[in-house]
């Protein structure tokens, strides 16, 4: 299928290729992109910065000038910036008023910060199961997971790849819901040629280190009603009013410190200068994938959502089959593949059976609030079969990754090829 650069190392008695995981030489040598990059040019403001003492965003301007950037960039009328990506949904969540005793319905397939900031407003985080070939929430199942006690709805963009937002805001709309998109992997994904985040009533982003935008950490909340955003930038600030919202004489309104420093600001703004620029790359790469690793019999790139028009590509994700590879397990299929040089994950596990939903549900707070038939039903349904299938099945690159050359793409495909040709031999 694929000429080698053939040595004599690897080759194996039988005159095939051997794979590196079994002592042949690797398709890929060199290095990858490092991550994050650094912009020197980004220093004499930070230094200045650092020497003014103003390192706060209530004495400074910069994280001010970010918001506004931001805002610019994704199309939104607003942004606050805050101190995290699990600020900024414990944020936007309160604001919309999900509180104690409610539900929250959410994909099980994300980064654990999702139920988290559910947990933190003591609601329960109601699974709807994933659509294995999308790696989002099954919107088709949103429906008959709703209660009387549902208020909200928190899709995830994951892996930067865009939830059928159309679906979600028409269910949010008949039954009178909250929407707040997870989009903390999600910068400048598109649907339907908006950007993600400005879909819901509010959108959440992360730009912790890995993050396609990094800065160590940092949160960002966008949103279009000037009220509700005030309502964020009040919460996360202690409390205090803001813009449109009624000044008092003492502290009317609950809130906490979830503010972002000017450093954070300053770095984002570096960073911005290359990010959508990177963007495209990753995008070009990712597509390129698409097409070769469709080609080898079970590799099965992630499939678009109705409507997503743009993905970010935190991770390139697919699915491995592993009926077409001798029944190879992913996780040997996974060590095989970093032994050629190419770098993976095998995304998250079924964290819908971790034992934090029992550790909630056992504490007092949560006895109080659900009913013991209610946490039972909870348990009946926690069964997730997409879910369950696409944690078995992914395989995902690095963003980074996607940020090589063409020919570090070619690698990653006749390393997978080359694994393929040689299934035996890891059986
Ligand atoms: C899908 C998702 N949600 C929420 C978060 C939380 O963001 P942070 O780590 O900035 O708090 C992350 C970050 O890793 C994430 O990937």
Request: with cysteine.
């Amino acid at each position: 299928m694929i000429n080698w650069p053939l040595t004599s190392f690897g080759i194996d008695s039988y005159g095939k290729v051997k794979l590196a995981v079994n002592g042949g030489e690797k398709v890929h040598s060199g290095p990858w992109p490092d991550w994050p990059v650094w912009d020197q040019s980004a220093e004499p403001g930070i230094i200045e910065m650092l020497r003014s003492g103003r390192w706060w965003r209530g004495n400074g301007e910069h994280v001010e000038e970010f918001e506004k950037k931001y805002a610019e960039i994704m199309g939104a009328k607003r942004c606050l910036a805050t101190a995290s990506g699990t600020t900024a949904l414990i944020t936007a969540l309160g604001v919309l008023g999900v509180d104690g005793g409610d539900e929250v319905l959410v994909s099980p397939y994300t980064f654990i910060a999702t139920y988290n900031a559910i947990f933190f407003h003591k609601a329960l985080p109601v699974f709807v199961d994933t659509d294995p070939e999308t790696f989002l929430i099954d919107t088709n199942k949103i429906e008959a997971r709703i209660t009387d006690r549902t208020v909200a709805i928190l899709p995830v963009h994951i892996y930067g790849l865009p939830v059928d937002m159309d679906s979600v805001n028409k269910i949010a709309k008949n039954h009178d819901l909250k929407v707040v998109e997870d989009a903390c992997q999600a910068w400048l994904a598109e649907y339907k040629g908006k950007r993600i985040g400005t879909l819901g009533d509010l959108g959440c982003f992360s730009f912790q280190n890995s993050k396609n935008i990094p800065a160590g950490e940092g949160g960002a909340i966008l949103g279009n009603d000037d009220e509700l955003i005030d309502r964020c930038h009040s919460a996360h600030n202690c409390g205090r009013p803001y813009g449109s919202m009624k000044a008092s004489p003492g502290y009317a309104y609950r809130g906490g410190n979830f503010r972002m420093q000017q450093s954070q600001a300053l770095i984002l703004m570096s960073q911005m200068k290359r990010f959508e620029k990177d963007n495209d790359v990753r995008l070009a790469n990712a597509l390129y994938l698409d097409k070769k690793l469709k080609e080898i019999p079970g590799i099965v790139p992630h499939k678009l959502a109705n409507g997503a028009t743009r993905s970010a590509y935190h991770l390139y994700p697919f699915r491995y089959m592993k009926e077409q590879f001798n029944n190879v397990p992913k996780e040997k299929f996974i060590m095989a593949l970093e032994a050629e040089g190419i770098p993976c994950s095998g995304g998250y596990g079924p964290q819908n059976k971790d034992g934090l939903f029992e550790e909630a549900f056992n504490s007092r707070g949560y006895k109080r609030l659900f009913s013991e038939s209610r946490l039972k039903q909870w348990r009946e349904e926690n069964h997730l079969p997409g879910n369950d299938q696409l944690c078995n099945e992914a395989v995902a690159f690095y963003q980074s990754i996607l940020l090589g050359s063409r020919a570090d793409m070619d690698d990653i495909v006749n390393a997978i090829t080359k694994i393929y040709e040689n299934r035996d031999s890891l059986a």
